[in-house]
């Protein structure tokens, strides 16, 4: 069983919780689809577990403005990245460096791994479908444009669901298991460990074991997270909005 993470946002209550909850399922292998740091009170903490059992980590659009200073972020997120820069430089063990080497995409079988999307691997958004014109592109985008793979993961929205040539499915508490026959065409959005954002405010991360694919959602001590924000003087927004899931 394969446990496929993002966006973690160096929130290391939400990311022991996921990891208890995989080690309970058996997980075996563990891939990240970037933005393991930003926003977050806990960049160390963090950066060390993705560092130590991540068989695959990407780079995700924090990655990139924390090693090449550029990016076009709200002032809380850039506060949030620059605040990060420094405490990691600060942490040592070669942390900065592990996070300058990283990959926008990774190619493991008939699997794509992105933190965006097939199109722009680091910075795009897979959108939800919210129509049916939408609905006909993403299954054109499917049909069309997913050649060499099958099964696309991609991260950066913090939103779950999974798109296929048949619809979109949102998976919720009565159903959250289905099944992807070998040749079968999908995005797998996995949400998010460290800040949710489809108004769940419990960590979000999918396992693929064979041909079933389970998206899991984890409670976690979200206050002790908020606290740690205030006290390193983050701005007061990261906190609350991980009490609303947006």
Known sequence: MI??????????EATEAVFRTCEALGV????????VIGYGPDPVAVARYAKERFESSLMGNHEEALVTGRHRFNP??????????RML?????GLME????????????????????????????VDEPENPIEANQMI??????????DLCFAGHNHTPFLATTVGVMIPHDGHRSFRLPKGHKAYICVGSVGQPRDRDV????????????????????????????????????????LAEGI
């Open 140 to 149: 054109e985008t499917l049909n069309r444009d997913f050649s060499g793979f």
């Open 89 to 93: 430089r600060a942490g040592g063990g």
């Open 202 to 241: 419990r960590a979000s991360f999918a396992t693929l074991d064979g041909e079933q694919l389970t998206f899991h959602r984890v409670p976690y001590d979200l206050r002790a997270t908020q606290a740690k924000i205030r006290t390193h003087g983050l701005n007061e927004f990261l906190a609350e909005r």
């Open 28 to 35: 075996k292998s563990y891939w990240c689809l970037g933005d």
């Open 3 to 12: 446990a496929i993470l993002s966006d973690l946002h160096a929130n290391l």
């Open 98 to 125: 592990w996070f300058a080497e990283r990959k926008a995409f990774a190619l493991k079988g008939n699997v794509l791994m992105v933190h965006g999307s097939i199109y722009d691997p680091v910075h795009d958004y």
């Open 76 to 85: 809380h997120a850039a506060q949030a990245i620059d605040w990060t820069r």
